[in-house]
């Protein structure tokens, strides 16, 4: 209501003969609307910033759970000695507590229980439940509470009633099993990775390589998107304030989106060269320490000699 007072107050001052010269807008007036439209797109520039930044380094952190599965070194249970670090035991698992699947005798490391229904004429998977139990190998303890389970399952059980069928798959415990994790002390666990499988050395590395590269692809492409927008959302703004866009045209536009883009990508690639290279920036670090640090001493023993006549 207030607001349709001032337009009609501005209106009948343009209007009226007796008032001479125009009617001039304050700098208020004219930037008001400006302001709070260029204030929102500033903050979704920023939040989108902050999620492309989230994204990437997700991607980043698959690209180096990839590597550590891919170096982590073999070792077969009687061989294993004091070590730490990030290894691939393999061996028999020694289960900690009895797991059965219903109405089976033998003893499970993992099983899975799916259950359909048929729709159409096709079975359609309606839920799963996965139960696994902890274990050792050797005296190394495997808590498999937080594993990721990479299994070649055998189907123990299907029962079909109607339009409704259950199938059990499973891991039997009397079958050697590969653990890649993080070692500390006589157990395994706590590190970015732990895996339980038991598959090859080769197939295992196969199989997350695959789904790490299909990941690492959807984060770096989203993270790539979402910082570029989040770059012309805090310039668009500012060029909006200063109204340029009508002296510079729609290639402004095109150029900044360009920018953007650019910058996105070179945020992206410095981010995968510190991942890859991240020793090498630690070994530049450290020669521009020792050499400050030499520089430094030499200088506090210095004594300029002076020659007095």
């Known amino acids: 209501m207030e607001n349709k007072k001032h337009e009609l107050i501005k209106e009948e001052f343009r209007s009226n003969p007796n008032i001479k010269g125009d009617y001039k807008v304050s700098p208020f007036e004219k930037y008001n609307g400006k302001f709070r439209t260029s204030f929102g797109t500033l903050l979704l520039g920023v939040l989108l910033g902050i999620i492309g930044l989230v994204l990437l380094g997700y991607s980043e952190g698959i690209d180096n759970d990839l590597n550590i599965v891919r170096r982590a070194p073999l070792i077969q249970e009687e061989n294993l000695i004091r070590t730490s670090g990030t290894i691939k035991l393999v061996g028999l698992p020694n ?3 009895e797991l059965k699947a219903p109405n ?9 229980k799916v259950n359909e229904n048929k729709i159409n004429g096709e079975w359609k998977q ?3 439940q996965e139960f696994a139990t902890s274990f050792y190998i050797g005296e190394i303890y495997i808590d498999t509470s937080k594993a990721d389970f990479e299994f070649n399952l055998d189907k123990i059980s299907e029962n079909e009633t109607g339009n409704t069928r259950e199938i059990t798959y499973g891991v039997y415990a009397n079958n050697p099993i590969m653990v890649i994790g993080s070692l500390h002390g006589k157990s395994i666990g706590g590190g970015s990775v732990l895996i339980v499988s038991n598959k090859s050395n080769k197939d295992i590395i196969k199989s997350v390589s695959n789904i790490g590269n299909r990941d690492w692809w959807v984060y770096k492409v989203g993270a790539l998107l979402l ?13 909006t304030f200063l109204d ?4 510079l045209g729609l290639n402004a536009i095109l150029l900044i989106f360009l920018f953007s883009f650019l910058v996105s990508s070179l945020l992206v690639f410095v981010a995968a060269i510190i991942v890859t290279f991240w020793w090498v920036i630690f070994v530049i670090v450290g ?8 520089i430094k001493s030499k200088r506090r023993y210095y004594h300029p000699i002076s020659f007095t006549p």
């Open 287 to 294: 020669a521009v320490l020792i050499l400050l640090v030499r």
């Open 227 to 239: 910082i570029a927008l989040g770059i012309v959302s805090l310039i668009l703004p500012i060029l």
């Open 104 to 112: 089976m005798g033998e003893d499970l490391l993992y099983y899975l």
């Open 244 to 247: 340029v866009f009508p002296q």
């Open 95 to 97: 289960i900690k507590e």
């Open 126 to 128: 309606v839920n799963k």
